[in-house]
């Protein structure tokens, strides 16, 4: 085809490159202020191109033959012609909710269907149906002047397992994403997967906002979660104007409002309101279905709030027997962790659902070491599949903090002996660096020959997999469940799924001592004595 300022698609012509495209077609389609906004949020050269070179006269008057190149190939695509050497390249992107123009462009409300079956399949999809999809979709996905992602990179520091990281940007915040498990190709997808959760579940994307205080809405007579079971700091104001969501309870598939803040962990980036409380990603799952989203962003809540009831309480745990693991994964880390000079504890700390949960402890013998503690936990139908994930987390992550805290441990002594020093996330991780710090882990190793001893397969759940069952079991003593459908544009074409989901019956998970929420009824239930408020912060990363 021939582009000319006639075709209707912007061209902007500047000394060194051109750029063409896109054409916006219809409402659902990009536009070029939205291309602009990527290049400015992954600090792209070419968005410094575009602001400050010289025009050029294509602005005015232009014509590029392009072969076999139609109209439609500029559906969400920008031709960039470098014209030092007259090299082509497209960007592909999507629509971007902090685009002016774009952003109101709001979405019909989404009733999400799903049926649990009691197939026992863990995964919809394959491992080789989603690397053939993230293929498909990469350079969207990434790319350093509009992809979804900046930069994916192998972090050659974790040399226990395979890990890649993956640098993005929303509008001005700077967020990364991991993967690590036995493979190579397998922890790039799993880096690329766990950003394509927090692309969708940091913001809400082209929803039409819900703007009104809680009285308003019951006014209304609109179906909305009561603020009691939101486990706040202090009681919400309700004259206080918020933006509310959609989600579905799972038991009954009744629709109702929710505060924003407490499924879109970022969203004050896109609505400029100030938060209320604190909120994180814990419950959020991408999967190849809604389904299999909704399971495993059940089992992340169950396990984190395993973790937190076992560490406000003190209750002990039950310490697994490693001669009783079977997995050689398994096996294999624990072996190059005790080469490090690490003591591995591996905790069983499953509850009333009887989904495994698992805690890991690593405690550095080393009296050099930079860090001296470090926590992770998982959950899994499968134990040794809990075991595993846990002590990947915790494996990769010792070694890049040993490095990280060699520079950076002189400047965190103020963390020492002064829990109210924590205030972000990382905080937790480099308080139980320091020794000093320990003394909240003696009421552990204090009793560890205490600890009551338990083999892996004796936790194994005495009701079949499937994800009917392990909703049910799990609704069995929390029959209140929540989820949003945080699925837009991108996920919906991949055929994926994102949901975040809200147990108000379980522990929150929170970092900072400024933004911890405590469920008292949920810790004095587990507690064998008075559940001290005011206790040291969690080690969870």
């Not at 499924?263 to 909120?279: I, S, V």
């Amino acid at each position: 085809m021939t582009v000319t300022t006639e075709t209707g698609l912007p061209i902007m012509d500047r000394s060194s490159h051109l750029f063409v495209g896109p054409w916006k077609k219809e409402r659902g389609h990009a536009c070029f202020t939205c291309f602009t906004s990527y290049l400015t949020s992954n600090g792209s050269n070419l968005a410094s191109i575009l602001d400050h070179e010289l025009r050029g006269p294509g602005e005015r008057d232009c014509e590029i033959d392009l072969d076999g190149v139609d109209l439609h190939s500029f559906i969400n695509r920008v031709l960039v012609i470098d014209k030092r050497s007259w090299s082509v390249t497209w960007k592909k992107f999507r629509k971007n909710p902090f685009c002016p123009e774009c952003g109101v462009e709001w979405e019909e409300e989404r009733k999400t269907e799903f049926h649990l079956t009691d197939e026992p399949h863990f995964r919809v999809k394959s491992g080789r149906e989603i690397s053939q999809l993230l293929k498909r979709y990469e350079e969207e996905l990434i790319d350093a002047d509009t992809g979804v992602g900046k930069a994916l990179f192998r972090d050659a520091e974790s040399n226990i397992i395979p890990m890649y990281a993956i640098e993005a940007n929303i509008h001005d915040r700077t967020f990364y994403s991991y993967g690590r498990t036995t493979g190579i190709a397998e922890s790039r997808n799993a880096a690329i997967l766990e950003l394509l959760e927090r692309y969708s579940s940091m913001v809400p994307r082209f929803k039409a906002p819900i703007i009104a205080s809680y009285e308003e809405l019951v006014a209304q007579k609109k179906k909305v979660v009561p603020p009691g079971r939101y486990i706040l700091r202090k009681p919400l104001d309700p004259d206080l104007k918020l933006h509310w969501t959609s989600c579905q309870e799972v038991g009954t598939g009744e629709a109702f409002l929710i505060p924003e803040q407490m499924m879109y962990f970022d969203n004050q980036l896109l609505r400029g309101e100030t938060r209320f409380l604190y909120e994180t990603s814990n419950g959020t799952a991408l999967g190849g279905s809604v389904e299999e989203a909704l399971v495993y962003a059940i089992l992340e809540a169950v396990e984190r709030d395993c973790f937190l009831v076992h560490w406000y309480t003190k209750r002990l745990p039950r310490i697994i027997n490693q001669e009783s693991l079977a997995s050689p994964h398994v096996k294999g880390i624990l072996r190059t962790l005790d080469q490090l000079g690490y003591e591995t504890y591996l905790f069983d700390i499953t509850l009333e659902t009887e989904v495994p949960a698992v805690w890991v402890l690593l405690r550095n013998t080393d009296p050099d070491g930079q860090l001296h503690l470090y926590n992770a936990a998982g959950s899994h139908f499968d134990p040794e599949a809990a075991i595993f994930a846990a002590l990947v987390e915790a494996g990769t992550s010792v070694i890049v903090y040993e490095e990280k805290l060699r520079a950076e441990k002189p400047g965190l002594s103020h963390l020492i002996g002064s829990p109210e020093n924590v205030t972000h996330m990382e905080d937790h991780v480099n308080y139980y660096a320091f020794r000093e710090n320990s003394g909240a882990f003696d009421y552990l190793f204090d009793r560890m020959a205490d600890l009551e001893r338990i083999r892996v397969e004796e936790m194994a759940p005495r009701f079949p997999f499937s994800f009917k069952g392990i909703v049910e079991k799990v609704m069995e003593h929390h029959p209140r469940v929540y989820f949003t459908d945080m699925g837009n544009e991108l996920i919906d074409e991949m055929g994926l799924s994102v949901v975040k989901v809200f147990i108000p019956s379980l522990q929150p998970m929170t970092f900072g001592k400024q933004n911890e929420r405590l469920n008292m009824e949920r810790l004095e239930a587990w507690s064998e004595g008075e559940v001290e408020v005011g206790c040291e912060p969690h080690p969870f990363p």
